[in-house]
């Protein structure tokens, strides 16, 4: 190969290719995250210089995810910033209440025209039976994650929770930081800008922590997720071919999935911000131990949930209007979270189902508080809430809704148990990921936050022998090629 196709070759490595968008889990990111490391170590000191070479990486990140978007997130951010200065400066509220929800219908959108344009405009067709051709609509990724972000700046500043940043590069490092620009966390401003403003250097515990989940990250995804989506993905692509022991099985192994993915995600985007010196929010608390829907949405996608309740349930009167204003509070909530994820009617009902949970659980909740935590209705109680949880992910997961209708179906009326046992010496290796998986979820915290103290402890070979262990399982397990994480088509 001569220098000039080999120069080529590297400089396509730095282009967009929709086909193979940067991901935490590619070899690509973490080469070009080992080479900006160093870098930022020096410019750590000058807060000005640090944040500008951030700001720089984290815009060709999300550019290596989205292509030429990555100028669409710049313009929010000024848009956003000018605006939220205007409403802090102004003191008549109704002109304050003006601007800030004309930042709110600039997000929505822009949300609105790339996420549900093709969505809504389908409706239509179908009601006035027209010859509709789809919009061509590219979807930018983490578009809905810094949506959000960016309203509940803007709602803060209105509120006078905060005060906008000086400057417009604080900011656009708070919008666009490369961790949690995709897939979340989301990220709250009273929680981080204060982390800019003081810029503290990371210490050893912070660097080894993070490096530990990070590395857990990895194997959730990489391992784990990857390895159990290839059974899953053949139950819910031809869902009509299967038995039901074998449709359950893939039920559940998404159930898993999805945990391991998006969780996996979440532990290297908390794991990376550590290494910087910025602490983000825990955004999964071992959500398939909850026993009620109202504790799995204290445990799942934290950062989501706090957010709905925050800046939608609370605003629309969360439980201080009355009983029935509480259930439909809650209902409307998770109506709109569910439309969150996606632009179709299957999450409109996996909302509203969630929605209909949570208003049944608390409306029976005086019944339930006489019931005794005997052992049995602990695990009747777990249970219960995990099939619930479990059934309603068919709809997030299958193609369209009759689909999701097939599958359930399809295990109630093809379900026979003599076939467990057939299955399981068919597929060992993804029944013995299953177990493993399930039985770690039951694992105290403690015990996880002891282990993680442990290797931050230990000596660097066992450090080394740890990260070979993780390489080695990557590799004999890794598809052909990288699998992008679920939350990025959100």
């Known amino acids: 190969m001569d220098s000039g196709t080999l120069i080529s070759n590297i400089g396509h490595l730095f282009l967009y290719d929709r086909n ?12 070009l995250f080992i080479l900006f490391l160093p870098v930022y170590i020096l410019l750590k000191k000058s807060k000005a210089k640090m944040t500008l070479f951030v700001i720089a990486f984290s815009l060709f ?28 400066r102004t003191k008549d509220r109704s002109r304050r209440l003006a601007l800030m929800w004309l930042s709110i219908c600039i997000s929505l959108s822009i949300l609105g025209y790339f996420k549900y344009a ?62 949690a620009l995709v897939a979340g966390p989301i990220v709250r401003a009273d929680y981080f800008l204060p982390q800019i403003k003081k810029n503290l250097q990371a210490d050893s515990s912070m660097i080894w922590g993070g490096l530990w989940l ?36 893939g039920v559940v192994g998404y159930t898993m999935q999805i945990y391991c993915d998006f969780s996996g995600y979440s532990d290297m985007a908390i794991g990376l911000a550590l290494i910087m010196g910025f602490r983000l929010a825990t955004n999964f608390d071992s959500p398939y131990q909850s026993r009620n829907l109202t504790e799995f949405w204290r445990r799942w996608h934290i950062s989501l949930s706090t957010w709905l309740r925050d800046y939608l349930y609370i605003p629309l009167g969360g439980n201080r209007k009355g009983t029935l204003r509480t259930y439909l509070n809650n209902f409307l909530t998770m109506l709109i979270g569910g439309l969150w994820h996606g632009a179709a009617w299957k999450f409109v009902f996996w909302g509203a189902m969630h929605g209909l949970g949570l208003a049944i659980h608390k409306a029976c909740r005086p019944l339930l508080v006489r019931i005794p935590d005997t052992p049995l209705t602990i695990f009747f109680s777990w249970l219960l809430t995990f099939l619930y949880v479990s059934f309603l992910w068919v709809f997030f997961r299958a193609k369209d809704f009759s689909d999701s209708i097939l599958i359930i179906k399809n295990i109630f009326k093809e379900f026979h148990w003599w076939q467990f046992p057939q299955f399981i010496s068919a597929r060992p290796i993804w029944c013995l990921m299953m177990l493993v998986l399930i039985i770690m979820h039951f694992v105290p915290q403690r015990w996880a936050d002891t282990l993680q103290l442990r290797y931050a402890a230990s000596p660097w070979l066992v450090k080394l022998i740890i990260f070979l262990i993780v390489v080695q399982l990557v590799i004999e397990f890794m598809l052909a090629e990288v699998q992008p994480f679920i939350y990025f088509q959100f």
């Open 20 to 31: 193979t968008p940067m991901l935490f889990s590619s070899g690509l990111f973490w080469f």
């Open 61 to 88: 990140f999300y550019y290596k995810s989205s292509g030429l978007f990555f100028l669409m997130l710049i313009a929010t951010s000024l848009a956003d910033w000018l605006l939220s200065r205007a409403i802090f």
């Open 118 to 179: 093709n969505f809504f405009l389908w409706n239509w067709n179908a009601m006035v039976r027209g010859n509709f051709q789809p919009l061509d609509i590219i979807l930018p990724v983490g578009i809905s994650f810094y949506t959000f972000q960016s309203i509940s700046y803007v709602v803060d500043v209105f509120k006078r929770k905060i005060t906008p940043t000086r400057s417009w590069f604080d900011y656009l490092f708070f919008l666009s930081f490369f961790p």
């Open 214 to 249: 990070i590395i857990i990250g990895i194997l959730k995804k990489a391992v784990i997720a990857d390895y159990i989506a290839q059974y899953n993905d053949l139950i819910f692509n031809d869902p009509g071919l299967y038995s039901g022991v074998q449709t359950l099985m």
